[in-house]
């Protein structure tokens, strides 16, 4: 039976994986952050935002069972969002029983073109797959499924296992046709409003359009409850759709990347000149990223109650240089580690319903 009280939903978030970017990151630290996702648990369910490499192993740690989701939620589809999406679908099915109900795959659509090349190229490169050069969700996720076909096949025959088309059905993400978007021309509209795309007896999906370019459509997604709120930002730049969806939020989970890193890392060779390459990494970071002090001062305009820094690039940095900001914070401020519970709303008891560093914890 579902909780029916607000006070027996006990809404939290537990950080699944904090790092972000398609990399297995070497060097100090190396191996403590696992790819971006983050599940929203409200009574016996969870909603998973993202799947980053690592997740199913994660949620088992988290002591979330598959079986528990009611909705997997991509923010957008670079690779370190969606790269252990066919993972869950298949090795998911040694997890169902027959009465297991259908989960939702709720993501963006088929861009409809490519993104411009970069004004740095010296000679245009190639797409690959021409003939479907943007897949959306739905299309990404029967893909998946088709490359593990001699699997699937396998084992639904031999040992009359279920198709992962039993258990799974993967949407796109109808944007509004009056926000005005275009992949290219007008990819974050300024101004839009955030509009639903999912609903059940404990959960409200809202979501908004992000700044990420090129990449188009990135969302942001807001989680609302009868006990509280959580808003998790997607990859973006500062974005003032994002401050929209965010307002008065009990918590904001919000990437951060640490743009020294970007400098060191792409500078450029002996002569410190970037060469093409280098000098459009950097670009793309600058346009489509936010700093932990950027993080803060948006968080502070939508008055979020509580602030956690995750999809943290690279997942190696320091923890000191992620706190740096804390103190413009006005709320309650966090850097979570994997596997870290963040209560919210009336599940938090800080000031405001903002959870305290005690209530921070890592899941068993």
Not at 111 to 133: K, T, Y
Request: hydrophobic share 40%; charged share 15%.
């Amino acid at each position: 039976m579902n909780p029916a009280h607000p006070s027996d939903l006990q809404p939290r978030v537990v950080t699944l994986g904090t790092a972000g970017g398609p990399r297995w990151w070497t060097g100090a630290n190396a191996g403590q952050r696992a790819g971006i996702a983050t599940a929203v648990v409200v009574g016996p369910h969870t909603y998973l935002v993202d799947a980053g490499h690592g997740v199913g192993r994660q949620l088992m740690l988290a002591g979330l069972p598959i079986s528990s989701l009611r909705g997997i939620f991509v923010t957008h589809l670079h690779s370190d969002h969606t790269i252990d999406l066919g993972s869950l679908a298949i090795f998911g099915m040694f997890a169902f029983r027959q009465d297991q109900h259908r989960i939702k795959i709720i993501g963006p659509g088929d861009r409809g073109e490519l993104p411009p090349v970069s004004p740095r190229a010296a000679v245009p490169p190639a797409p690959v797959f021409p003939e479907q050069p943007t897949p959306g969700t739905a299309a990404m996720f029967r893909h998946l499924m088709a490359a593990y076909a001699t699997d699937l096949n396998d084992r639904i025959l031999d040992a009359l296992r279920p198709s992962p088309f039993d258990y799974f059905d993967a949407e796109d993400i109808v944007i509004p046709a009056a926000s005005g978007y275009h992949p290219n021309a007008n990819p974050t509209p300024e101004g839009m409003e955030p509009f639903e795309i999912y609903r059940d007896e404990l959960v409200t999906v809202t979501a908004t359009l992000v700044k990420h370019p090129p990449m188009a459509p990135a969302f942001a997604f807001r989680f609302d409850t009868a006990a509280g709120s959580v808003t998790i930002s997607g990859d973006t730049a500062p974005c003032t759709n994002l401050v929209r969806l965010a307002r008065g939020t009990d918590l904001l989970l919000h990437e951060a990347i640490d743009f020294d890193w970007v400098h060191r890392t792409y500078g450029g060779g002996a002569d410190g000149t970037p060469d093409e390459t280098a000098q459009a990494s950097i670009d793309h970071h600058r346009k489509s990223h936010t700093s932990p002090a950027e993080a803060v001062e948006l968080a502070n305009q939508a008055g979020a109650k509580a602030l956690a820094l995750h999809h943290l690039v690279p997942g190696t940095t320091p923890q000191h240089v992620w706190e740096a900001t804390a103190k413009a914070f006005s709320g309650s401020f966090h850097v979570p580690n994997d596997l870290d519970v963040i209560p919210f709303g009336t599940a938090s008891s800080g000031d405001a319903g903002a959870p305290t560093s005690e209530e921070l914890v890592s899941a068993p």
